[in-house]
């Protein structure tokens, strides 16, 4: 009797408590020498040297692969997580790790597509054409010829992120007992659900479906398209965008580097305005340029940190920009209260404001100029937060509000694209015809159709 078809292997992967330990332990092993001394020297009341406990820490973290290192990131790029000293070491940790062998990709590939995986493909590249924390890429060609793009998670993630989750855990709560201006546990719970969504790759087709959606009609920025056959929860295929690293225009003619600005610029906005969606991994290597004649393009490639926001956040975002806009106290401390900001006090609203008039800044001066308008990028941003971060410590805790952690992170992410390529616009009329039709009811309803339409699945 002929044996029947041969099941795939059975999933021993997902949240294994034996994979978690040996990862606290490697993790802790790395950062507990750096908390303990953090930890005593507040203690005994001592002075703590941070640029060279930071560097400890970059030098602790730089040795290990996975989750954590992208939690590092995460965290530099977040204004105020961790003082300013630890935001410039961990800014310099690389996402790009080694990739993992043939044998490993046989196994993630035998495990999500069955015994037979490769004869569903015409060719497929043993070497990866690209890796990160969280998996890595291979170039493929599908039956009907298309290049493809396939992405293999990294085997035992889940475990591994609730293990470097909890180590993420240890800093901020030492963080929290030595420097008073804000209360990170709302970042913390934001970092943690954003990054146990990326592990799921089905979320992320169904992201990549809803921006498809948003640029049907925009012929500068190209999204990828899944192959729902192909891909499985921690497998996800789909078509393969020829283009170009951004930073390697930065040599390029004004008007191009212009050009590739203004469409990072809807790419960015228009999702958030109509649809209350951003792209919140600010990454340089997420964004590709298209040359099409004389034209360029954007391709937007990765769709594993999206935040889906309420309407009402997206109304605060415009309150807030029209308060600014006519100098109005009032109307700004309505905008904080309608993102979610608690015991809003005068000072506390002005000392917010510094920091949405540095963040708001080049959208309110209606010129021609670009984003750092004279500052150097090393210093761009550097005193606005200083003077805040000085100002808070006096007045906090200040909780931020889950939402806000993201939309700040992208923000401050999309300036940088702009300061790399050194462009010149005017922000002010880029951003004013963004948000001169919005309306809050109908942008519920625009979300809700599409999220529908893409089959985004609800939170965690």
Known sequence: MADGPKKPPKDKE??????????????????????????????LGREMDDSKTARDLKAALGGLKGPIMKVAQMVATIPEAVPADFALELAELQSAAPPMGWPFVKRRMKAE???????????????????????????????????????????????????????LGVVFS??????????????????GERLREELDYKREAAHIRLYAQIFADEPRID???????LSTGRLLTM???????????????????????????????????????????PHLGNYAVRESGNDLGINLLDY????????????????????LESDDRDRAAHAYEIWGFKSLTHELVEALNMWAKFIYGPMLDDRVRSIADGVSPAEYGRKEAFTVHQRLRELGPVTPPREFVFMDRAA?????????????????????????AFDRAQLEKRQASALKKAGVPGPL
Request: aromatic share 10%; hydrophobic share 45%; with cysteine.
């Open 412 to 436: 401050i992410g999309l300036g940088g694209v702009f300061l790399h390529l050194g462009a010149e616009l005017n922000f002010y009329r880029l951003f004013n015809e963004t948000i001169e």
């Open 223 to 229: 999204v990828p398209e899944t192959l729902p056959d």
């Open 113 to 167: 597509l069955g015994a037979g995986w490769e004869a569903k493909f015409k060719a497929f590249e043993r070497e990866a054409a690209a890796a990160a924390s969280l998996g890595q890429v291979h170039r493929a060609v599908a039956l009907d010829g298309r290049k493809l793009a396939v992405k293999l998670q990294y085997p035992d993630m889940q475990s591994a992120v609730d293990a470097d989750l909890n180590q």
């Open 239 to 281: 078509t393969w965008l020829d283009g170009t690293p951004l930073l390697a225009y930065r040599d390029h003619p004004l008007a191009q580097r212009n050009a590739i600005a203004q469409t990072m610029f809807s790419a960015w906005w228009h999702p958030l305005s109509r649809y209350g969606v951003i792209h919140g991994d």
């Open 304 to 323: 594993g940190c999206i935040r889906i926001f309420p309407a009402t956040f997206v109304e605060g975002v415009v309150e807030l920009y029209r308060a």
């Open 14 to 43: 997902g949240n294994n408590l034996g994979r978690r330990v040996q990862r606290y332990a490697k993790v802790g092993a790395g950062m507990g020498g750096v908390a303990a001394r953090m930890a005593g020297n507040r203690l």
């Open 174 to 191: 030492i963080h929290r007992r030595l420097d008073k201006a804000f209360d990170t546990r709302e970042i913390y719970a934001e970092i």
